[in-house]
Every structure is written in C-alpha cells, then in structure tokens.
C-alpha cells in the first residue's frame, strides 16, 4: 500500500481494512436463567422457612394436639378456633370463653388482705 | 453511563440485535483497541448489549456514540479489575485477513496495521478507531472521551501523522524483523 500524503486518501486506504466480524450475541435466555434459578430457590427456601416458622409460632394447624382445657388462660385465636370446633354452637363457644375469662379475674387486694376478704368488701 | 443527547421512547430488543449486528465490529474494534485482546474485547461487548436487553434503556438520540460510551466504560472497568498493563495479543487479528497490494510491491499486512495501532497512546487509538472505522464526528467522540472536541480533532491528527509513519513503505517489514 503505497502511503499518501493526503490524509482523506490515507483514511480511505485504512478503511479498506475491515473490521473482523464480532461473535453472535448469546441467547438471552441462558443469560435471565443465572440470576433467576437463585432468585428463585432463595425464594422458595424463604417461603419454606417462612411456613415453618408461622406453624410454630402461629395459629395451630389441623393436626395440632391443643390442651385439654382450652378455655384455661388468656383467650388466643387458637384457644378461640379451638372452643368453636368443641362446642355445639358458635354463642355457646363465645359465652364459655367469657366465662372463663371472667372466672380469671381477680378482685384487687391490699398486700394484707386475702382474696376473700376483697370479696367480701366487694358491692354487688 | 453517560447519556447522549436527547433520548426518545425504550430501545426495543429487535433494535438492540439491529444495533449488534451493525456496530459490534466496530465496537469489538473500539474495545480491542482499549484492552489489546480480541476475545476480551468480545467479551465486554456482548456485556454491554446483553446488559441492554436485560435492562430496557431510553432511545439514545446517537445510539452509536452510546455503545461506544458503554463499551469505553465497560472497558475501562474491567482495565481497573486487570490490575496490570495491557498488551497486544498477537495471537488474534483485529481485521479481516487481508493485506493491501499496494503499488511498488509493497504490502501493508493486518499485523502490521494492528502493530502500528497499538503503538500509538490509548486514547489516539480510541479516537483513531472511532473516525475511521465506526465513523464518529469529532464533537461525537469528544463525548465518548470526555474531551474537548478540538482536542479529539487534534490527537487524530498526531495519530494519523503516527501512522503513516510507521506505515511507511519498508517500515512494516523493518518492525516485523525487530520483532
């Protein structure tokens, strides 16, 4: 190649060497799959956590042994689903935790007094 | 990434593969011209438009001045991580395989032309890569470079003048003898 002088030619021979051709683009499909299959599996382990934590610490599932006494201590949705499905009606399951609730309810004493006592000092 | 004027509506992915098979060439090119290695280089641009489709951007208002923005970043980036001066992989050619029969029976080979390339400062190369081959306005390449438009001008024509010096006749074979 002979070199001339003028730039514009110049250019023009050095445009006559052609960029060699680039690799096609991989499919994008196998690009997503990296970070999906991660993504999901994180995903389906946290759930699974998630499941197992909520059936430890939450409403008691369908296979839970629940006490005998449901009614004893503080009234939970457990206690509360567990009344319902032993009693014949929902108001009857209602009215028997009130009951219980009430019976746990204490008359406020003194240091000195006994609970009966109170009672007695109690109006009626 | 910098963006290039004024921006209208998504790239679309038929677009973006539009836009591949027209500039990756020259954008391979551009990138070998940074890092010195075609399959690196090859690397980064693939990056740079699967990037693309994976995450939809605005219509660029000069979408090669984009890719040449987002390769030279890319590029840039993965110098940092390298950690090491950058050579010429002699292995791999730039262009296709041809050599120029010239008058006077002398003959320009692709070695040679990528041997005088990589011979020049990094950003005469990017600048020289981008007018001749992807054919950038020097206001356009001022932006890939964040240099000033005149300056772009300026380091072409060292670049140019560079060149032809070590293209001159008889240098070619005098560089491959050295060698």
Redesign the interface.
Same mark, same amino acid.
């Given at each position: 190649m002979q070199i001339p002088d003028d730039d514009r030619q110049f250019e023009a021979e050095l445009r006559r060497f052609a960029p060699r051709a680039a690799e096609p683009l991989p499919p994008i499909r196998i690009i997503r799959v990296r970070w999906r299959v991660p993504v999901a599996v994180a995903a389906t382990v946290l759930a699974a956590i998630g499941t197992i934590l909520w059936h430890m610490h939450g409403t008691p599932g369908p296979g839970t042994v629940l006490p005998a006494d449901v009614s004893a201590g503080e009234v939970t949705l457990g206690r509360a689903q567990a009344a319902v499905a032993q009693s014949p009606s929902f108001e009857a399951a209602i009215d028997g935790l009130e009951q219980a609730s009430r019976s746990r309810t204490k008359p406020k004493t003194h240091k000195n007094q006994s609970a009966l006592q109170a009672l007695g000092r109690e109006e009626l | 990434m910098r963006a290039n004027g004024l921006f209208s509506g998504l790239l679309e992915?038929e677009e973006i %593969?539009r836009l591949?098979r027209e500039h990756?060439?020259?954008?391979?090119?551009f990138a070998c011209a940074t890092l010195g290695e075609?399959a690196r280089a090859?690397d980064i641009?693939?990056q740079v438009?699967?990037r693309l489709? %994976?995450r939809p951007v605005r219509r660029p208002d000069n979408p090669q001045a984009y890719l040449f923005t987002a390769v030279h970043n890319t590029a840039r980036n993965e110098m940092r991580s390298l950690r090491r001066m950058v050579e010429l992989d002699e292995t791999q050619?730039?262009? %296709?395989e041809?050599c120029?029969?010239?008058? @006077?029976g002398?003959?320009?080979s %692709?070695q040679s032309?990528r041997r005088a390339l990589w011979s020049l400062p990094e950003e005469q190369r990017q600048i020289t890569v981008m007018h001749?081959?992807g054919e950038l306005t020097f206001p356009a390449i001022a932006e890939v470079l964040g240099i000033n438009a005149n300056t772009a001008a300026s380091r072409y024509?060292y670049a140019?003048a560079a060149?032809?010096q070590q293209? @001159?006749?008889g240098r070619s074979t005098q560089n491959a003898d050295s060698r």
């Open positions: - | 992915r %593969e591949y990756s060439r020259v954008l391979v090119l075609r090859q641009v693939q438009f699967l489709m %994976e050619p730039w262009f %296709e041809q120029l029969d010239g008058v @006077a002398d003959v320009v %692709e032309l001749i081959w024509r140019l060149l032809r293209m @001159a006749p």
